[in-house]
């Protein structure tokens, strides 16, 4: 035994070598501890065995890159990245290692007592043989799932260059069609209060990949309080960046309060997001001159793998976010990236050549992502930051797609006919700017699916899948267009590719979780919503539809703290119309009223509101004559809102609910029929016929429908709370309610 502990040489360049509790096997490709098969990527293996074969040398740094990676294009991060692997399966502390030894600035040296592999013994019988994931590495197929899973999870860039469009599913057949309210749609569910749900399923992220990353926000040390909006859209953008890069898993990270700042816990955030690697950075703006400090972190030992610290003028923040980017992926991938990939990245992080134009557009950038303002006015800010954007830069298409984009949230949040016609032009606007632009694609796919032309954006969505960066995206959005035709099981799997493609995204996962809810899976539907929340804790949004879904499922304690939590984050007209309709049903109509009005205060473009407002009040005698002008409102919204999507029975039936407290019973018994017709959501359409009927004096008409109501999946609950149904109800059967099935 040499002064450095190890035993001459066991078995040197043969089958095996033993120390500790470890067992290298070369010709398996394999580390086992105690017999048990242990995770490390192949290049940290690789690196381990030479040193192995190295035993008590010092082996340098240039040779253990040209040994492993087999040239010279490689930066040192890519072997500082797999001795700290090494590290953490080893449980070997560098500052009192037991196997590996660093000399810093030279090299590392194995000096770990190596004992002998008798012949006879073989390796464990127990322990798996994987195949020689260095010659045969597993590969990202074409729909981006990862093929060959049993093997080490290594990313082969160039099977992972495709940028067609993916193959559809095979689609399963249509078990029934039901329409589904996206994104901000609102559902109302009450009878005389509907509930606003939100997005929304769940399945933990999966394991770390060794070519994975998460973009934390950036934290801004500007002495401005107000630039943050600078720092985080720069995160925003480096973000997309890298998920354009072929073999290069990007999570997205983008709630404060869930992905933390500077000091964050890298590696509850690598379990929580299922990557390997975390990127933060400090933003220091000051006048003309900007500064970036970067880091790149190891999720499973915490340790820093790599920094860097970028100064440029403010006319070459494009050159600053290219060399960052460029750095990252090196560091990642263990290669400088190819020419068109980096032309990829510097045309994705220059949009623009006008630095006021890019100023205003990370503003309004920052304003979509969050929204985070009192008075729910973020998305109206966004658009006047990017309609800022293009005046200095007329050509700026992306800028006047992120107005495109923010009118369609406005339109599918409240249901206002007036942002779609708006959102209509913006996006006009940008295809013809550039037609070649596939956030334009995505756009439109979004705009055809809101107005209910579901082959269209199925084609638009299509065209954003070329873009590895907005394929996330487009699949959620493939998904919503085939949920809203039926198609249950197709939209699952676009789910999940999304998923596989985005973890961590929580607005993935919630609008997978509406899928489970109109599927009527409650509990993965209240799951999702949970895993959702667990992301983004900080979403008023998310906490305001997880109190819709609770109601549904009878638990109103629960509902109303989710109401409240999500008013503490911030206040929102979501959450004071859900309590409002919990108010209703408990039969407090004066104060459900005074939640209405407060909703209707902050945001008075969604028509379910004001007739919401309208129950309230013709509830109470002393304020039933009031209701007269809220009804009217929410009918005249409604039915611009119905000329632009007839598909959507439920908004039908609601509309025909409006005019019979008008008076227009002929014109409501025909939307009744209308929204019957459609063959979709016969519990919310039979609810609303039931309640109107009650209304026009025909209480054998409103008894069926009260029992369609109950066939249909309403609980007995909400029928009950109704003034005009409750005294109805004698003789209605309740549904057996079934959990956990498809409906």
Partial sequence: MDAGGHTGSAKNGGDGYRFGPFLVDAAAYTLTRDGELQALEPKALAVLLHLLRHAGELVRHDELLDAVWGHRHVTPGVLTRAIAQLRHVLEDDSHHPQYIQTQHGLGYRFIGELRSWPEADGPPAHATVAPAAETEPARVREDGMAGDTHRAATVDISAATATAALPRPVRAPARRRWRRAWLLAALLLAGSGGWILYRVSPRAPALPSEASIAVLPFTSLSQNQDDSYFAEGLAVELHSALAGVPGLKVAACRARSACGMRGADARKLGKLLGVATVLDADVRREGRQVRVNARLTDTRTGYTLWSGSYDRQLNGVFALQSQLAGDVVKSLL?????????????????????????????????????????DGKGGTRAIGFFSEALAADPSFARAQAGICRAEIIEFEGAHDAAAFERAQAACQRAATMDPSLREVSLALGDLYRARGDNAQAVEQYGKALDALALRPDAYVGLARAESAQG???????????????????????????????????????????????????????????????YMVSGDAARAADAYTRSLKIKPNYVALTNLGSLRYEQGHYAEAADF?????????????????????????PATASQARAAYERAARMAQEYVDIKPSD????????????????????????????ALNVEEGEVAFWAAQSLALLGDPDGARTWAQRACDGGINTQRLEASPLLKPLLAGITPRQQTVGKDR
Avoid: C
């Fill in 334 to 374: 263990g290669v400088l990236p190819r020419e068109r990939d980096t032309q990829a990245l510097t045309q994705r992080l220059a949009p623009t050549r006008n630095v006021a134009a890019y100023d205003a557009y990370l503003h309004g950038v920052q304003q979509l992502e969050h929204r985070d303002d009192s």
């Fill in 487 to 549: 198609n249950n099981d197709v939209a699952l799997d676009y789910f999940e590719r999304a998923r596989q493609l985005r973890p961590g995204d929580p607005n993935t996962y919630r609008a997978l979780g509406f899928e489970h809810y109109v599927q009527g899976n409650m509990p993965k539907a209240i799951a999702g919503f949970a895993t959702a929340a667990t992301l983004a804790p900080d979403d008023e949004d998310i906490w305001a539809s997880l109190g819709g879904l």
């Fill in 596 to 620: 209405y009005r407060r909703a209707s205060q902050m945001d008075n473009s969604d028509y379910r509101t004001w007739g919401n407002l309208g129950d309230a009040l013709s509830a109470v």
């Fill in 649 to 676: 029975a439920h908004a039908i039936a609601v509309l025909a609910w409006y005019r019979a407290n008008l008076g227009q019973e002929p014109e409501a018994r025909r939307l009744i029929e209308r929204a019957n």
